[in-house]
């Protein structure tokens, strides 16, 4: 039942006869002596039989079935009229006699009486509330005393015995705020007012997130306010149209910022196309101690070039942290007319950055396009980050220049294209459908590439020299990946599964200077990935040009990996096998001996591949500066180790190393199944690593028998040489003396 207090305002009220009201809707009595009358708060004189008109305060009357009152006096011509309900309980509206019978009207009657007077409010008291040093003398029941010398609140409370001042719980403020406490022991009183700011509302700024209403200028405030002051920025449940970018590119201090929203989703609905969707950019002295995306869903509907951007630009070494958690960023597109890249999450400059869980759907760009790339996420000029458990989906080029469409791309801190030695992991992540590359790193330090699931299922046009894994570092560890390979593409010419690039002397970091390397190593570990391939790759593993001005020595370890697919013909051609070579580098480039500071070893062991080539050195030396057209041995400064590795089809018989023109004798080659082959490659028999045994195929050789062709070639152990074919075998425990075994004649 409604409360029963009616407030009339005059003018809509007015009957037409002056002095004459009406009333309609929940305000019901039985009797016109049970209505009261205030006029701007005073209460009127009840008239039973006739009003006098010159009574005050006025009188009044009541026709209960008109619902009218009439007011004695002068015609009132402003004020306020409130009705108060005072059902009479007195007596019950029907009373039985014993032997009576009940009609249902008069219990209805009864009912309506009880639940009327239990409705009904008195109007004409008010709460006293009273701030000062001593209690008010003459107190009310209900009356509100904040006491100024201890902070607390006190209610007058009236028992059946006295009346007692009794401290509010929770207490009031001086304001009349109530006070909130948190648990636990140290715990201190705030206000209300001052707990709530904790988390400012977009909504408190006049958000309305109905999907309808243009909510750009509210959440532009909100954002404002969060990202120059600190503090949580929340987005309730709902769809917010927005209809320009919400950025601020001069952020200073080291407030912390976070935006967060629990389905909420932000959806970009302007005519023409923007850079960013949000954008928060650090150009002060000092960086936030973190700014923080979690939760949002932003709909870039294909014209926003990039969902989440967070750069960081500080001169002071405090770098900051930034993170982007359980995001949804969806069609983002680079027009033609904006020059800003199109990638969902961009986190650049941050001193660690962490991208978890969030969603990327759709990035590419106008074809008529020449500037910028395309990715899902991208981490660059960052000394630390995580990338892991996101979801990454169709990124494209646009048919521009055909290149840049990654899934994700980190690039560790750089200044003057100077490469910092930072950590940075990508792991468990969900990739499909790049144009580019799955992952790209760049990074001066460690790189940890674990666990991600890359795949090729749609209707794609691969960049020319397409790539799954793309690792340049110091220090890699590619170990437990899955590449699924389908059908349905085009292009890829030079695609290649693995590029693995040792990191350069011309790209590296240190204090600010320009870093030799000098006395360290650098590697690439890339163990346990798995590939099926339905349609032929071009390249297994691309292994860089080694860097002739670092001294550091450089091992790539390729081990224990599995490259399958569906192979339809045992004949010559490589066309049917998941990949046309298993391991590759243009040696044409490298440098000649004479100019190599440093050392590296390729231990290339225990790999299962669906392959028609096990290796490519890609021909002749091609270097201009270093006698090109000429055989270069790189002996001593090369290792290369070979073993236990399974090509399959066994019916493609290929040679286990077809290198006349580039080559090392430190060589350890055994153990190889399935269309094993042989070695055509120039080596010295005094330089090959004990543990050899492999046919030996055309080629100079150096210190061997006297002749020798079409022999098998062992070294079984660290001073023993021995050559044989079908006639005889020859011994020797220098590698340059051979005495020719009678007994196997």
């Not at 929340?234 to 200073?252: L, R």
Request: hydrophobic letters at 30%; a negative charge; glycine letters at 10%.
């Amino acid at each position: 039942m409604a409360n029963q207090t009616k407030v009339i305002k005059l003018w809509s009220a007015n009957t037409g006869s002056a002095n004459t009201f009406s009333w309609s809707g929940g305000f019901e009595v039985f009797k016109s002596i049970e209505v009261e009358v205030y006029l701007d708060d005073i209460s009127l004189t009840y008239a039973p039989t006739s009003i006098n008109e010159g009574a005050s305060p006025r009188q009044y009357s009541v026709d209960v079935a008109a619902k009218t009152i009439h007011i004695g006096g002068a015609d009132l011509t402003s004020g306020t009229i409130k009705l108060q309900a005072n059902t009479d309980v007195s007596n019950a509206r029907a009373v039985y006699q014993g032997g009576s019978s009940v009609a249902s009207g008069d219990l209805n009657a009864n009912q309506d009486q009880l639940l009327r007077k239990l409705s009904e409010k008195d109007v004409s008291s008010d709460t006293s509330f009273t701030t000062g040093a001593t209690a008010p003398t003459s107190p009310a029941d209900g009356d509100i005393w904040y006491d100024s010398v201890d902070g607390r609140a006190y209610v007058y409370y009236v028992d059946i015995d006295s009346g007692q001042w009794v401290e509010a719980s929770p207490p009031f403020d001086s304001d009349g705020d109530r006070t909130f406490t948190q648990l636990g022991t140290g715990a201190v009183a705030r206000t209300w007012d001052s707990k709530l700011q904790d988390i400012i509302s977009v909504k408190d700024y006049g958000a309305v997130g109905d999907g309808t209403t243009d909510d750009t200028t509210a959440i532009d405030a909100a954002f404002q306010h969060v990202v120059t002051n600190g503090g949580t920025l929340y987005f309730p449940e709902g769809t917010y149209k927005v209809t320009s970018s919400i950025t601020n590119n001069a952020v200073s201090g080291t407030q912390s910022i976070k935006l967060i929203g629990e389905g909420a989703k932000i959806s970009f609905d302007q005519s023409g196309y923007l850079s960013y969707g949000f954008y928060i950019h650090n150009t002060g002295a000092t960086a936030p101690k973190s700014i923080i995306f979690d939760g949002l869903r932003i709909q870039c509907n294909n014209k926003v070039a990039t969902g989440i951007r967070v750069s960081i630009s500080t001169s002071s070494g405090d770098y900051g942290f930034v993170g982007v958690y359980r995001c949804r960023i969806f069609n983002c597109f680079q027009d033609d007319t904006i020059s800003t890249s199109a990638i969902g999450i961009l986190v650049d400059g941050a001193e660690t950055a962490e991208i978890i869980s969030n969603k990327v759907s759709g990035v590419n760009r106008d074809n008529a396009t020449t500037s910028g790339v395309c990715a899902g996420i991208s981490v660059t000029d960052s000394t630390n980050s995580l990338v892991s458990n996101n979801y990454i989906y169709n990124i494209r080029h646009g048919g521009v220049n055909l290149k840049d469409a990654d899934g994700i791309k980190v690039f560790d801190t750089n200044t003057s294209e100077f490469y910092a030695r930072g950590k940075h992991t990508v792991s468990e992540n969900y990739i499909e459908d790049c144009e580019g590359r799955f992952i790209k790193l760049q990074v001066g330090g460690h790189a940890h590439v674990v666990g991600n699931y890359c795949r090729l299922l749609g209707s794609l046009t691969l960049i020319e020299n397409w790539k799954g894994l793309d690792a340049q570092t110091g220090f890699s560890l590619i170990e437990g990946n899955k590449l699924e390979i389908q059908d349905n593409w085009s292009g890829g010419a030079s695609a290649n599964l693995f590029s693995l690039q040792a990191i350069t002397e011309e790209n590296t970091i240190s204090g600010g200077t320009t870093d030799t390397w000098a006395n360290e190593g650098a590697q690439h570990l890339c163990i346990n990935n798995i590939v099926n391939c339905q349609k032929t790759i071009k390249y297994g593993w691309m292994i860089g040009t080694p860097d002739a001005d670092s001294t550091a020595h450089t091992y790539i370890g390729i081990k224990n990996n599995l490259v399958q697919g569906v192979y339809k013909s045992t004949g010559s051609s490589g066309g049917s096998s998941a990949i046309t070579e298993f391991i590759y580098s243009d040696a044409r480039n490298w440098d000649d001996l004479g100019d190599i500071q440093g050392s590296f070893t390729w231990d290339i062991t225990g790999n299962t591949v669906e392959a028609y080539d096990w290796i490519d050195l890609n021909g002749t030396n091609n270097n201009p500066d270093d006698s090109p057209g000429t055989p270069r041995d790189y002996s001593d400064v090369w290792i290369y180790i070979f073993c236990d590795n399974t090509k399959t089809p066994e019916g493609v018989s290929r040679n286990l190393w077809n290198s006349t023109d580039s080559y090392t004798s430190n060589i350890k080659i055994a153990g190889n199944t399935g269309g094993a082959g042989n070695v055509y490659s120039t080596f010295d028999f005094a330089k090959l690593m004990p543990g050899c045994s492999f046919r030996n195929g055309s080629g100079s050789r150096t210190n061997g028998p006297a002749n020798y062709a079409w022999y098998t070639v062992s070294t079984p152990g660290s001073a023993l040489w021995k050559v044989e074919d079908k006639d005889q075998a020859y011994w020797s425990d220098d590698g340059t003396t051979w005495t020719a075994d009678i007994n196997s004649a």
